[in-house]
Each structure stands twice: as C-alpha cells, then as structure tokens.
C-alpha cells in the first residue's frame, strides 16, 4: 500500500498545536508509521515539491503573502484540514481586527510600522475550502487522531455541535456560574472534555461556537447573575472575532 | 588565499528549517569581502502588545501564553509576575515552589526537543529525526519518551504543558494532591536513567569551534539557588539592575530587514539563554550538573555559542534534581488545598484591583523573558510590552556570523550554509515568539 503524503504547514500562530504531535510520545511513531510524512519545517529539513494528499493548516491567514501561499498549497492538496483554532476560527489572533490596523502597527513597531504590513486576520475556510476540522488551542490529542483516521480513510469526520457544557456535567463539576464567575461552556462547541473546567479555570471558547447558540437562555442566564454584556461580547471576541467575516459572506 | 580573495558567495536560506517561527539567513560575498550578513526575521507579525489593550488582567495569562507553543509556560509565568507585581499582590510560598517546579519541567522538555530533535540531527549528518527513526531507534524513543515524561507532569500540574490552565494570576485553579505528588515524583525518578543516557550520548557529539566573546545576560540574585524564576538582572559586564529597569538593559531598536526588535547593552550585543545562564550562575548549579559540565571539559566563561546545547544539556541535570527536590518537599510537608484560587475575570473580587504598572521576568528556556503591563484602578490593561529571549538574541547571532564567516570563506556554500544554519540552531532560537526572525539566502551570485 502507498502511504498517503503528508504535510504541516505554519501560518501565523504559535505552533503549539505542531508541538501536540510532537507531544505523543513514542506513540508518534505509530502515527508517523501510517503515514508517509514529507514536510514538517517545524522539525524537518526535508522538501516536497509534488502533490499532497494531506496538508495540515496551522495559524491564521494575517498577510497578503499568506494568502497567496495558502491558495498555492490548496491547489497541491487532495485534502486541506484546518488545525488548531488560529486556523478553525482566527483564534486569538483575531483579537486585532477589534482594532485600527494602522494604529496596532505603530503601537508594536513605532514610526517603523511601514515595515510590517498586515491584513485583517482570517481563518484558513475565509480563503480557501477546508475539508477537515481540528478544533482547540491547543488541538485536543484525541480529537486529532479521529479526524486523522476519517481523512485516511476518506469519510467525513462529524464534531459534536452540542455546547463545553454536556461533557462538563458528565465531568460533574460545579458549573462556573453557580460559583461566581462567567464561562463561555454554554456557547462553545464540545470535544475536548471540558478540559479546561477540569482544571478549575472558565471556558474561553476557542473551539467555536456551537451552530445554533442558546441565546436566549445565555441572556437569560448573564441577567440572572448580573452580568454585564460588554464583559461577556469582549470574552467571545477573543477567540471568536472572526466569524463575523462567514456573516458578511453570508449576506 | 588567491582564490578566496576572488570568492562570490551568496546564501539564501528561506524560512530555516528545524527552528520555531520563520526566518531567513541572508550572506552576500563579493570577490571575498562580506558585503551582507543578515538573519532575516520574517515571522508574520501577531501584535499581541497592542490586542491586550482594553483587556482585563485576569485575561493576560491566557492570552500571553498563546504568544509561544514552545514557551507557554514561561509566558504564562512572566505574565502572572508581571500581573501580581501591578496588582500589588505576594505569592505564596508554595505557589512560588510550585511555579519553579513548572518552569523546571519547562527547560527541561523544551532543552530535551532541541538537543535531541532539532540540534542532533546536524551533528548526525542528516535532514531530520525522521531518518533517525530507522537508523537509531532507541536514541529516537528515549527522546519522544522524556519529552512525554515532561508533559505528563504537566499535564498533572497545570492541566497541559501547552497553554497551562491552572497557573494564574493569584496562584493555582487547581493543586496536586497526594496522589499527584507520587506520580509526579515516579514520572520524574523514572526518567534518570534515560538522562543518563541522554549525558553520554550527548558527550560524544563534536561541536564546531569558534569564539567570540560577548556581553552575557541572565537573572541573578543573591539566594543559594540557580536563578530562573525571580531576581535582578545581571550581566557579566558587571551591570546588575532590578527587573523594574528592564528596558535600560534590553533598549530595543528596529532594522529594516526583521520584524523582531533588537537589543544591545554594553557592547554592540548580548547574549541570552542556557550559555549566559550558565556563564553567570554556574556556582549555583546542583553537583550533578556541575559533574555533567566537568566531563564535558565545559568551564565557564564559555565564548563557543555551539556550545548552547552542552549548557542545556549541564541545565537538563539540573531541572530534573531540583524540580525531584521541589516534589519531595511538598510530600513531606504537604500542599495546602485552602490556597486554591477561583478567579475568572475577578467577578468576585477575590484579588484586590488597583492601578498599576508591573513587570515579571523569568528565565525562558531561550533566555529573559520580560513581560511588562500598566492597568488603571479597574484592572484594564493600558499598555503592555513583551521582551522575548531570541528577539534579544538576534543582534547577537548576526555578530556571531560576521565574524564566523570571513574564517570559512575556505570551504564550499553548502559547508559556510550548514555552519551558519548550525550556529543560529545553537541559539534554539524561537520566531514565533520573537515574532519580531530564519532561512538562509546567499545574494549576489
């Protein structure tokens, strides 16, 4: 059997999520075995100048120069997946778009800001077409392999659109709100077993928000605790700012 | 001679393999005189300095982490100092040790994927570890096994070692129980004999030779231990400031070819990281470590920057006796679950909020690492600024290489490639982070 080509590739992030793998262990080899991997920059000098069957997309989509990369590697590529939230949804680096591009330039590089051009950020599905999904930041190690093994095996890998906070409860942690605190469970897609929660801190939502929020019930809950709104639009907005471009592109 | 002195060199490394982040190495040789000596910082900028603005405190940690995959944890640990310090809050005693076990776990897993993954791979001939995986097996588990070892005790600790959960501003969301503490303690007991393994592999390897003195920078205090959590910072110049005074050591300056800013101190450059760490602290190492560095003829003050990996090798002993002492005092005294945290965003006012403008600098796996945040009476951030080791390394890397290659214009381009794309992996440099840095281009064939 020809092992599938596969490739990583960064964009703007922090390359954790390439780390994750990195981060299996010895049970990398076994993953490493059932691929044929020809291109990881990260931790190979190795290059590949045919086609991909799999090219893995981390990091978010920031410069002119990113696009026309990302367009050139789809155009390689049998099957794109979008890895880690900064390629699933912007991730936090759709924080910037909150702001005036000019001004964070010169906020960060001073009166030198010309050098360093940037565009608003964007994820990897605002550019090109995505077949597969990992969510997180970083990416959920479980998750990873079983949308690995549905691309491998060319059947579409389904993510539970169901919010943080059913795996919470089977979790059975006291939920945020009961102690205080905002969370963004509620509105967040599940599938890293309310990892966070686990350990005692809030869910940020960094795998995205579930397709149809409970709105209502969210408000319902913010005015029950007396919450303000502006907190918990700033909350959503730091992992979350750039769905409102899949909105513009829906209208 | 004649023929050197005619010499057309031009390397052109983009986007240098095996580092963290994307950069360049530009060399332009013209008829033997170096015209061009660049490391090209080409990262795409992220402009975290500028999101936090308009943010809360309590957010800076989550934030800040996702700066680095590498060094999340140094970042989450510079941040919360820096926080804590414009909060005007103390941590505890056990919430300091149990930082410092996590900033072990921190060198020690980012020391290991460097030595074995990234820096080996040259030293053995080859592109990658991938081929290594065939010809040494055994040398590939061992480093895939002590990297998940450093993990997993992250994984107890903090929840992950990438973006760490429990680690906040205030103290911990979550605390080891005893339990915990035994595994923590077999995960890392179990994991000696492959560090020994690891010391002897590692002496046989043969580094390049060069020197080139330089200003070497790090925290220093005046404590018996090896300092990378708190303290001054010094230099072996003889400059010793508080970290308040961080910028009169770092004075950042921007050059055309880089999105990273540079640094310089005393001299035209200075050094950070396992190297200057160990050049200024090497007394404070544990007995083991200073064993390590005896065998492998290492005597500080050491001017050889290939040498970085020996240094984070002698600092890999060190991580794993202290932070096995760190565990065997907290399963001797105990952990104090009534210091557990619940924060968010302070809803519940837990930790008292006033205006103020705090700096935390710890010992990244890299070198210093500075985070700096001044927040008004409601605990939102009005400025911030991060000051990230290779970012102050670059400069120094240049140097390096200006006064490496006018020595090797003897030998071929792809020899003067491999040396230099060598000398800018002893720094372990990490450009995501630095986000202000490698592949190398020689010009001007």
Redesign the interface.
Known sequence: MIKPKVAFF???????????V?????R??DI?GSID?VE???????KWDKNYDISIIEGSI??EH?MERIKKIRDRSKIIMAYGSCATIG???G??N??DLE???R????K?YA??P?IKTRAVHQVVDVDYFVNG??VYQPEFIEVLKSALLGIPYHIPDKAVCVECKLNENVC?YD?????LGPVTKAGCNS??I?????C?GCRGMVTNPAENAMKDVIEMYH?SLD?VM??MD?YNKCRELDEEDES | MKKMNHKNISVNVE?L??????GNIVVDVTNGVLKKCNLEIV?????F???L???SIF?AQ??TS?????C?CAHTLASVQAAEDALGIEPTDQTTRLRELLLDMEILDSHI?HIY??AA?DLLGV????PL?DTHPKV??RA??M??TC?DVCDIL??????P??C?AGG???LPHAKDLESMHSLLMGMQPDMDATVDLALQLKFPEFERETEYVGLVNDGPGYPLLTGDIGSSDGKRVHKKDYKKVTNEF?V?HS?A?YARLSRESYAVGALARTNLNFNKLCAGAKMVANAATYKPPVHNPYLNTVAQLIECVHCLDHSIGIIEYFMEHGIRQEE??????N??HNLPVKAGNGVGAVEAPRGTLYHNYETDDQGIIKNANCIIPTAQNINNIEHDMKSLVPGILDKTEQEITLALEMLVRAYDPCI??SA?FLDVRFEGQ
């Open positions: 960064d964009f703007a992030c922090c390359e954790g999520c390439q780390l994750q990195a981060n299996f262990g010895e990398l080899l490493i991997l990881f920059r990260e931790v190979m000098s190795e920031t410069t990113a991730g936090v680096n924080m910037k909150n702001f001004d964070i330039r906020y960060v590089y001073g030198d050098f360093y940037t930041c970083p945020m102690r205080g605190i905002t969370c990892w966070c686990n350990h005692g801190n809030i940020y919450i907190l700033k909350k730091m | 986007y393999t095996r580092v963290e982040g994307h990262e795409a900028p992220r402009f300095e500028a999101m603005r308009g943010r957010e989550h934030i996702r700066i680095c995959g590498i999340a994927l993954l990234l791979p592109k990658s570890f991938v995986i590939i588990r895939l096994r990297k998940k993990n903090v929840g992950r070692h990438i973006h959960i429990s906040i911990f969301t979550k921007i055309e999105s800013k557990l945290m619940l924060v968010g965003l809803e519940k995501s982070c202000h």
